[in-house]
DNA sequence: CGTGTAATTGAATGCAGTCAAACGAAGTGG
DNA sequence: CCACTTCGTTTGACTGCATTCAATTACACG
């Protein structure tokens, strides 16, 4: 709801909570049987191509997820936060990880080994019809994702990315983000050279204003009317 | 299983049916229930942005999958046949389909009212099962679609649709695929013209060979390699 | 205060897209 | 049956966006 001007929802990282559908008596189950985690910015959740050991629940912090590519460059193509969970598709599906995660920030997260979280869901089919639910619309945001990357140029992209990652991060007006140029290329899908030169534009363009490393949103119209979409 | 060598499953188009969970009774319900659509290559079965009415499921024929770009350009991102279903994931979402659907060849559906697919899933917990467990996993073959998309260049990526579209039209060795430039294009994620010029020189470097405009595989190995996976 | 990492800027290269035109196949109507 | 049209495919030439390599500057941290 930040801008009526950007089809926002269809775009945004932001994913409904599955774990609403949870009783107390769920809640205190999940409590009792669950470890906590405290990472380190950089430290890495889970790797591709191992085997799920359970459920991540994201308590404090903010998580990317990503494939690694060829050149060891990392393609991020979700970032979770505070209250999402992650781990749930490669679980359902009994596959090994088909992505990594490792924190953006200082994390603390909730690990459910497998058994917890699947004696749950055998009760609670409310819980199944979310998750059912929650996967189809992270579904459709990947296809906006993918059709985004194979449609848009460098700059277009870059515009796009800021304002998911204004979202993201939950600040207000007024207020700027911070992310490494390495991290946010990777979101980008281009270089970090090529997103400076981006960044450099817009900040001369006034659209956007750089400080401390922080990006801060100038003139929303313009940077909305700079991403070409629909 | 076509080759040791290529990671197939997990960049595959192909896609487990969730049908076998039905009983005959439900099978029987279904068929009552169900209209009988006759299609013409090239004619679209359902829009992006529409709202979705029931499911589809594939008896003949090929399907694509696509978003509509800027330009007009389609974005191609899966392929389904006949046993696969389409449609499901805006069903379960309750959203507007995300991506448009077509014709690759002449096409016979069901159309399955939402109704009674969802009194079928509130009775059928396999069933539901199956579908969050199809989903997870067809969530894993998109992120390695877009990784694809994101990391490799035209040539690698063409190599690879040409394995993938080998796979998908389930020809024997000796046998040929024929796709549409136009329709390969779009599914490489590039244009026309570059990939007439990758079909080009894989057919100088006998990869491939192309009769009656269709693609034949004659050097797997080879073609495997210019993939440069994993 | 020095050292390593991140960010920025410059220069050069090349991959792939666009535009334009030729060619081939298939279908239409006179 | 042939001229005509239309559509799909192919090839050529040109352009430009974005990557890469290289060098410099800014910054964080011990």
Do not use: W
Request: proline content about 2%; hydrophobic content about 40%; glycine content about 6%.
């Amino acid at each position: 709801m930040i801008n009526t001007l950007f089809p926002y929802k269809r775009y945004s990282f932001i994913n409904d909570s599955v774990l609403e559908s949870l009783s107390e008596e769920e809640i205190k189950y999940i409590e009792e049987n669950t470890t906590v985690l405290k990472l380190k910015k950089g430290q890495v959740i889970f790797h591709e191509d191992t085997t799920p050991m359970g459920l991540y629940m994201i308590k404090e912090g903010k998580v990317k997820k990503y494939a690694m590519g060829l050149d060891g460059k990392e393609h991020i193509f979700y970032l979770a936060k505070e209250g999402e969970i992650i781990g749930h598709h490669e679980l359902m599906s009994k596959e090994p990880y088909s992505s990594s995660s490792a924190c953006l920030t200082d994390v603390v997260v909730n690990l459910i080994p497998k058994q917890v979280f699947f004696t749950i869901l055998k009760n609670n089919h409310d819980m199944k019809d979310k998750l059912l639910k929650s996967v189809a619309h992270e579904f459709g945001v990947f296809i906006s994702n993918s059709r985004i990357l194979a449609q848009h140029n460098v700059r277009e992209r870059s515009a796009i990315s800021i304002i998911k990652l204004k979202e993201f991060f939950g600040v207000g007006i007024d207020e700027g983000f911070r992310i490494s140029r390495k991290d946010h290329s990777n979101i980008v899908g281009t270089s970090v050279e090529s997103l400076v030169r981006v960044l450099h534009d817009f900040k001369e363009e006034g659209v956007i204003n750089i400080m401390e490393n922080s990006i801060f949103i100038t003139n929303m119209q313009k940077l909305v009317k700079i991403c070409n979409l629909i």
